[in-house]
């Protein structure tokens, strides 16, 4: 085998909306010789499955996770080498990108630009609370910069609110399906929108918006609008490629004496002997069956069934269409992919994530991953 310099092997991005993905299957073993196409592993996401595959023969060294992990697209799986004995004697370098422990105090998993960390460490910023995983650039961060000096609450938010104003945290794609949501029910003013990588104000000066509801800043703001007797607030966050960061915002805005009411939209039919926990989002169409329960913030999107004596846990995310026949259990945090079928009384796990269009037959564990277009057991 000829001796070509070590080629670093690194988790792609699956899934566009999820930059987080699942090792279902490892076939390789450190030291182990593999041939040029040879699978290396399986990844998952809610959405999709990939194989990465070997690009050229080599030895696999310094593999960096095990079946079952979760990990972030850009990541080292491991080195494909010419010689077994082959070891770096210094972590791959880049002349613009630090990887996570190449420096001192750059926390792991952090990838970051050699001028953005310069920006970062003249600017006070704290590295922990950078995102791990997407490569941070300076420009990334003069936006940060710019859009919390930025949060200070202009003249048109009003110095005191009704007791049916109603704050939106995240204006990403889910944060819109709720602005349609709330203006569809009636019931509450939105007073605006929170998110942390939105700029409160454009270029030009002028306040930016989310379909026509204006940014009022970042996370950071929402003191002061609790000030002004802002009380409810509604999830924006759906939270597919990370679902704790979801269940992390429910925690921060609570703390602050926030209140998550239940939004359901008019065409969703709830049977009255159901339940409905506090910030449960219900979108059109969906359909909730006899004395099923629903935990806090729970979402289920468009067309929905959930049938009878169902028991749904906090924080889960059922996508549009998916089929949950009656007696089912969803433990928390767990994630159901678009039109899903879930049979009856079946146990899905915590943190346990069912792919797209897959039909669960039988009980998945906690953190269990069922492929998606799949029938579960295979």
């Known amino acids: 085998m000829t001796q070509a310099s070590p080629e670093p092997v690194r988790i792609p991005l699956v899934n566009p909306n999820e930059t987080e993905a699942r090792i279902a299957s490892l076939n390789v073993s450190e030291g182990q010789l593999v041939e040029e196409g040879e699978v290396l592993c399986t990844l998952e996401t809610t959405k999709a499955t990939t194989e990465i595959v070997a690009a050229r023969p080599g030895y696999v060294i310094q593999l960096r996770h095990k079946a079952g992990q979760t990990v972030r697209a850009g990541e080292l799986l491991c080195y494909l080498a010419g010689s077994p004995d082959w070891s770096p004697l210094e972590r791959e370098s880049d002349s ?18 050699q001028p953005a960390l310069a920006f970062a460490r003249k600017e006070n910023l ?4 950078l995102p791990a995983g997407p490569l941070i650039t300076e420009n990334m961060l003069r936006d940060l910069v710019r859009g919390r000096k930025a949060s200070v609450l202009t ?14 945290y995240g204006g990403g794609g889910h944060g819109k399906k709720l ?27 002028s306040q930016n918006r989310v379909m ?8 950071g703001i929402l003191r002061e609008l609790a000030g002004r007797g802002l009380r409810l607030a509604a999830n924006g966050i759906g939270g597919i490629a990370n679902p704790e960061l979801r269940v992390q915002i429910y925690q921060q805005v609570q703390e602050l004496g926030f209140v998550f009411p239940s939004l359901i939209h008019p065409t969703a039919v709830v049977e009255p002997s159901s339940e409905i926990s506090p910030g449960g989002q219900i979108f059109p169409l969906a359909y909730v069956g006899s004395e099923a329960r629903l935990g806090f913030g ?10 009878h004596d169902c028991n749904i846990g906090d924080y889960a995310n059922i996508s549009p269409g998916a089929l949950i026949a009656g007696n089912v259990e969803v ?17 899905i796990g915590s943190n346990a994530r069912i ?8 009980d998945v564990l906690e953190n269990g991953v069922v492929r998606a277009g799949s029938v579960w057991p295979r």
Do not use: C, W
């Open 96 to 113: 613009t990108m630090s990887q996570p422990g190449d420096q001192p105090g750059i926390p792991g998993g952090l990838r970051i630009t």
């Open 126 to 129: 704290n590295l922990e609370e």
């Open 155 to 168: 003249e048109e938010v009003p110095a005191e609110f009704g007791e049916r104003a109603l704050v939106i």
């Open 179 to 205: 602005i349609d949501l709330i203006r569809v029910l009636g019931s509450y003013q939105i007073a605006g929108i929170v998110d942390d990588g939105i700029l409160q104000m454009n270029e030009d000066g």
């Open 212 to 219: 026509d509801v204006p940014v009022l800043g970042g996370g």
């Open 298 to 307: 729970v979402i289920l999107n468009n067309s929905v069934v959930i049938s």
């Open 331 to 347: 433990g928390e945090r767990a994630l159901i992919g678009m039109g899903v079928t879930i049979n009856l009384g079946v146990k």
């Open 355 to 362: 792919g797209n269009g897959a039909t669960v037959k039988a």
